[in-house]
């Protein structure tokens, strides 16, 4: 999320030159990144984003302006070595396919629209669906570089496109907004087809921080480097300032009492519990959970939580027991760490992971890839494309 904020940071820095955007759009076997990664390149060679490990971005670096003269163009980069050559035409023995789609943008370009939709989600927090036409027959070759947004899963595909294709088109992305991930997607008819990246876009993390001790300052400057919006809410008016958390987007100082009614809690918000202040966590708890956040972390050994429940059910404020069991505590992935940057770690890695279903085990020590396959969608037209 980091990189796409300095990719549309950049494109504004950028504005009055022309400029290359490369976008993963389908990856075959092993690859360092996968569909949606993005890289905006200078003529001068400058970059901000990331396509590979670096082997790949060498080739664009010579070869993108030349590639784009004629417009948009889809770029196969075959990364696999054999036992003559292990690691291959560009060193890094990744063993996959990479297709890399390449545009222009800048001042003699139309505005962008997958760029733009992503600044328009940053800004509103409010999902969307992106769709990019990358290949397509000669007879439809026009359509290529063509992006479709859906804002809404009940909308439809308008766009200059065949009625069968929008139709096939519009299903897919609806279902779209519920993908965790974004998938490739032909459309066959006569033994051609059109393909489509199919994205999911959506906000930045919302994490939202309960506590403004100085443990919380590396989570907060942890979680900055990935791109996240983050919030920090207490009671201590000394503690609770923008002056000692420059990286937060919002800090608000309530009773704790107060706090739940002035800061936002939605489906979409990652909370963490680090108060100190067993009170204030006995206060907060219920009411956070009521209010169904995507994931509570709650900071302290597990005897402490145990002397909170028991406290919480005498005071006949327990929780559902099937919502307490969504509370991750003791929080944070198990890295033995102590010092407070370690122990920030630990939590910005508990969080991550919850984010993406994992556990946060070593990766050595499961028998699970590195990244979830990537998934490819095949839908038969009823007519010609």
């Not at 400057?221 to 000692?244: F, V």
């Not at 939580?305 to 005071?315: D, W």
Request: hydrophobic fraction near 40%; charge should be negative.
């Amino acid at each position: 999320m980091r990189e796409l904020r300095d990719i549309l940071a950049a494109r504004a820095r950028w504005s009055g030159e022309e400029l290359v955007l490369g976008t993963v759009v389908d990856v075959a076997g092993s690859a360092y990144r996968q569909p949606g990664a993005r890289m905006l390149l200078r003529r001068t060679g400058e970059r901000v984003g990331l396509i590979s490990g670096g082997c790949l971005e060498k080739d664009l670096i010579k070869n993108a302006f030349s590639r784009t003269d004629a417009g948009p163009q889809t770029v196969l980069y075959d990364t696999r070595g054999d036992r003559f050559d292990p690691g291959g035409r560009y060193g890094s023995g990744c063993d996959g396919l990479v297709h890399l789609f390449l545009e222009r943008i800048g001042p003699r370009h139309a505005s962008n629209l997958a760029l733009e939709a992503m600044t328009d989600t940053f800004e509103r927090r409010q999902s969307r669906v992106l769709a990019t036409l990358f290949s397509a027959p000669d007879a439809s070759s026009e359509l290529v570089g063509q992006k479709i947004v859906l804002d809404d899963p009940e909308g439809g595909v308008d766009e200059r496109l065949p009625t069968a294709l929008e139709a096939e088109l519009g299903e897919v992305m609806s279902d779209a907004f519920s993908w965790r991930r974004p998938r490739t997607v032909q459309f066959h008819a006569d033994g051609e087809h059109i393909s489509f990246l199919v994205e999911p876009l959506r906000a930045p993390l919302d994490l939202l921080i309960f506590g403004s001790g100085d443990d919380v300052q590396p989570v907060v400057q942890m979680a900055n480097t990935l791109g996240w919006e983050i919030r920090i809410a207490d009671q201590w008016p000394t503690r609770t300032t923008s002056r000692r958390f420059p990286g937060a987007h919002e800090v608000t100082c309530a009773p704790v009492d107060k706090l739940l009614d002035e800061i936002r809690v939605d489906g979409d918000t990652y909370a963490l519990v680090m108060t100190h202040d067993f009170e204030a966590d006995a206060t907060l708890l219920p009411g956070l959970l009521a209010r169904k956040p995507a994931f509570v972390g709650l900071l302290g050994p597990r005897r402490r939580t145990m002397r909170l429940i028991e406290q919480l059910h005498s005071r006949e404020m327990l929780p559902d027991p099937a919502v307490l069991n969504r509370v991750q505590t003791p929080l944070g992935v198990d890295l033995g760490g102590e010092a407070p940057g370690e122990v920030a770690l630990s939590v910005v890695s508990g969080v991550l992971a919850a984010k993406n279903e994992r556990d946060g085990g070593l990766i050595q020590a499961g028998d699970t890839p590195i990244h979830d396959e990537h998934k490819r969608m095949i839908r038969q037209l009823g007519e010609t494309p």
